[in-house]
């Protein structure tokens, strides 16, 4: 078991346990397309995410990641904006103390091996994103890129690799 200590910009002093190899056991339920290091090597959040706090990665995610010191749509896969501000993820509750920055760090430090009592929230929220799937097979011509293209990013935020339908 690991201890990692966290002190960047949006946490001071917070601690966790990596219990897990990393990108192994994950829950039965929770099965994501791509890594967070595939996902920040494809582009998201428009390149300004985890800036702050890159030591507590590793390095190889940010190797080829399409970083930003602000957010610029154009580094995303699908070149727009899909992203929310962190204020309305907040007015809907939707984040919680122990990952400031919301479910793409929950998932990272999940990757990692920790694993917390929000684990079983936080994979029904991505498990909700399957409706878009289902609009993007029922509005797209398979492996359409331009078709729904927000749509796609966003789903991209998620881990759901909508390149291959």
């Not at 994950?26 to 890159?54: A, Q, R, V, W």
């Amino acid at each position: 078991m690991k201890k990692i200590v966290i002190n960047d910009k949006m946490q001071k002093g917070y601690v966790y346990y990596l219990t897990e190899p990393e990108g192994k056991h994950f829950d039965k339920e929770f099965s994501p397309d791509l890594t967070p290091k595939e996902m920040l090597d494809l582009g998201i959040f428009g390149g300004k995410y985890l800036n702050d706090c890159k030591k507590e990665f590793p390095t190889s995610w940010f190797e080829k990641a399409k970083t930003s010191t602000r957010k610029d749509p154009s580094l995303n896969f699908f070149e727009v904006d899909a992203s929310k501000p962190l204020s309305y993820w907040k007015a809907k509750g939707w984040i919680h103390p122990q990952d400031p920055r919301g479910w793409f760090q929950w998932y990272c430090r999940y990757h990692l091996g920790r694993r917390s009592d929000d684990d079983a929230r936080q994979i029904k929220r991505w498990k909700a994103m399957t409706r878009h799937i289902a609009q993007l097979k029922k509005h797209c011509t398979p492996k359409d890129l331009n078709c729904r293209r927000r749509q796609r990013q966003a789903l991209l935020h998620w881990a759901y690799d909508s390149r291959k339908w």
